[in-house]
């Protein structure tokens, strides 16, 4: 299966599809803790402070201050971010899978015919394991069947729709109210600090540009995902891109570093992920010579969001863990690091999980 789709069928689960109520991945739930003491800089006044705080802080610090030996010239301080369960939310089923699949069942009654054909009617149906079954194949189908013949403007401005009455079951909340709030204050500090701050992720580059500058005050210039091939055209003298439904760039794995130099052209001074598929970003980053920086997030909150790290279908982290311990990456907590997870969450409702 192609990309996120890849990635994402394998950890979805038919409550997506209904829209009903999710519950929490087992994981590696851990007994409610409550939160510690806010953190004394008011930049990143989201984040408990810990150990992991004051090592990103200290970094920052040494790199941008002229008098220090590691210091870094503006132009250099590249920051690189993954998106799902780096920013936002990714469980039970990443949010443009969500998306793909509820344009489906849209789209549905002008295509009786998707009764009868894969792997429509497996979604239609509720089907999972038909869906995965269909590889491939039924991704491409469906990505020329939703996506093909759109223009770039009329494809933004679907999302731009969906995002503005789409909500998670499980939180009751919508999906650009999810973003992590520590890490949109850490883009916040390092933007104040000279960084330049990108998003490279597996999901399409069209489908995060629409929220990125409004979720993360990351520009579209500045996000790095999946590609499909356009065509040129004019109508009427206009000018137009339209999709389809040919894959250009599947951004994952070891194609995340390649994307990096060709569209920046730097090594990244800072790199931040989740999940195993983001290893060779942060190996790339760590690298280069000089002071360089990676961290993962690991998902151990079960109350607030999620706990799922070694055995997760989708996002799993594993030989992360291990690497991180071996080469000094920092390793976030998200119950024990962050003091509020979702954007605009008061500190009660995060402490008692609602």
Same mark, same amino acid.
């Given at each position: 299966m192609i990309?996120?789709?890849?990635r994402?069928? /394998?950890? &979805? ?7 009903? /109520?999710? /519950?929490?991945?087992? $994981? ?7 939160a510690?003491? #806010? ?8 984040? =408990? ?7 990103i802080?200290?970094?920052? /610090? ?8 590691d ?8 920051a ?7 920013l936002?939310?990714e469980?039970?089923a ?12 849209? &789209?549905? #009654? ?6 009868r054909q ?17 590889g ?5 189908k469906l990505?020329?069947?939703i996506?093909?013949?759109?223009t770039t ?5 679907i ?6 009455? @789409?909500?998670? #079951? ?11 709030? #520590? ?13 330049k701050? !990108?998003?490279?992720? +597996? ?5 995060m ?6 979720? !993360?005050?990351? +520009?579209?210039?500045e996000?790095? $995902?999946?590609?499909?091939? !356009?065509?040129?055209?004019?109508? =009427? ?26 569209v920046?052209?730097?090594r990244? &001074?800072?790199?931040? $992920?989740?999940?195993d ?24 909150? @079960? ?24 080469? $000094? ?15 605009g969450?008061t500190?009660g ?5 609602k």
């Amino acid at each position: 299966m192609i990309g996120w789709m890849r990635r994402c069928w /394998t950890g &979805l689960t038919v409550v997506v599809l209904c829209a009903c /109520t999710s /519950t929490p991945h087992a $994981g590696s739930a851990q007994a409610a803790r409550p939160a510690r003491a #806010p953190s004394g800089n008011s930049t990143m006044a989201s984040w =408990n402070d810990t150990p992991a705080e004051r090592s990103i802080i200290d970094f920052v /610090t040494r790199v941008t201050t002229p008098e220090s030996k590691d210091f870094v010239p503006r132009a250099e301080r590249i920051a690189v971010f993954n998106l799902d369960g780096t920013l936002w939310v990714e469980q039970p089923a990443s949010v443009q899978l969500v998306f793909t699949l509820q344009r489906v069942k849209t &789209l549905a #009654p002008h295509h009786p015919e998707w009764k009868r054909q894969e792997p429509f009617r497996s979604i239609l149906r509720g089907n999972l394991k038909g869906v995965a079954s269909s590889g491939d194949a039924g991704a491409m189908k469906l990505l020329a069947a939703i996506h093909a013949g759109l223009t770039t403007d009329s494809f933004a401005s679907i999302v731009h729709d969906w995002f503005d009455t @789409a909500s998670d #079951p499980r939180f009751n909340r919508p999906y650009t109210s999810l973003a992590y709030q #520590p890490m949109v204050d850490l883009l916040t500090y390092l933007r104040a600090n000279g960084f330049k701050t !990108y998003i490279v992720a +597996p999901e399409s580059v069209e489908f995060m540009r629409t929220i990125s500058q409004r979720m !993360y005050g990351v +520009p579209p210039d500045e996000v790095i $995902g999946s590609t499909v091939r !356009y065509q040129y055209g004019l109508v =009427n003298g206009v000018a137009s891109l339209t999709r389809t439904a040919q894959i250009d760039t599947i951004n994952e794995g070891t194609l995340k570093p390649q994307t990096i130099q060709a569209v920046i052209g730097r090594r990244p &001074l800072m790199a931040f $992920g989740s999940s195993d598929d983001d290893l060779p970003m942060l190996e790339w980053t760590t690298s280069g010579d000089g002071p360089r920086f990676a961290a993962l997030v690991h998902h151990t909150d @079960a109350q607030r969001e999620y706990a799922y790290d070694r055995t997760a279908r989708s996002g799993k982290l594993d030989k992360g863990l291990e690497e991180a311990n071996v080469k $000094g990456w920092l390793i976030v907590d998200m119950k024990d690091d962050w003091r509020t997870v979702f954007k605009g969450e008061t500190d009660g409702a995060a402490a008692a999980g609602k």
